[in-house]
Nanobody
Framework: QVQLVESGGGLVQAGGSLRLSCVAS????????MGWYRQAPGKTRELVAT???????SYADSVKGRFTISRDNAKNTVYLQMNSLKPEDTAVYYC??????????WGQGTQVTVSS
């Protein structure tokens, strides 16, 4: 079992920046994927960004060019640098971890609020 602890959410004005962090602990496979989803009120959870332990990344079209995902594999930590934030980025952001066989764990979520 893998536990995830997120930090870094908060309130920011449009155009501002925030950095989210997520630390994984427990039975972590060396080969894995970590990333971020978000869920806005009344909407389904959507994928924001992922990064494999080998370095492959993917982003939702809505955040490309503004968000950057990075990892420190030695610290089992994934980061999400969010720049040029927009009000529509307001959501609860969830960190996730998945194994090569599809086992998945979730963080508790951290609120990001972008004011106009």
């Amino acid at each position: 079992q893998v536990q995830l602890v997120e930090s870094g959410g908060g309130l920011v004005q449009a155009g501002g920046s925030l950095r989210l962090s997520c630390v994984a602990s427990g039975n972590i496979f060396s080969s894995n994927t970590m990333g971020w989803y978000r869920q806005a009120p009344g909407k389904t959870r959507e994928l924001v960004a992922t990064k494999t332990s080998r370095g492959s990344t993917s982003y939702a079209d809505s955040v490309k060019g503004r968000f950057t995902i990075s990892r420190d594999n030695a610290k089992n930590t994934v980061y999400l640098q969010m720049n040029s934030l927009k009000p529509e980025d307001t959501a609860v952001y969830y960190c996730y971890w998945s194994s090569p066989i599809g086992t998945r764990s979730w963080g508790q979520g951290t609120q990001v609020t972008v004011s106009s």
